[in-house]
């Protein structure tokens, strides 16, 4: 099945693009080689293959959950400007 430039076109139009003549003759082209391919891909006997949702049989990667020690709140707070029970204490921005 081949693309046809009043296809090309209509989809240039509702794209809402503008294309010159080289420019559809070579879209016209290019389309058509693509719904070729997917012509040809759906005559692949897939019978039997299982489906994937990736191609690698990949389990959770994350890392375990562990407690660990966080930094010292003092130290951290230390290069903040003002600081208010714990906090960084920043200017009211809401009225």
């Keep these: 099945m081949s693309v046809s430039k009043e296809e090309v076109k209509h989809i240039a139009n509702l794209s809402r693009l503008s294309l010159t003549d080289e420019q559809l003759e ?11 391919f997917a012509n040809e891909l759906s005559k692949v006997d897939i019978t039997g293959v299982k489906p994937t949702a990736h191609i690698l049989d990949i389990k959770n990667v994350f890392r375990k ?22 906090c960084i204490s920043v200017p009211k921005v809401v009225e």
């Design 26 to 36: 070579k879209y016209t082209e290019d389309l058509s080689n693509i719904v070729d």
């Design 65 to 86: 959950d562990e407690v660990s020690a966080s930094y010292d709140r003092e130290e951290i707070l230390k290069n903040a400007p003002s600081k208010a029970g714990g």
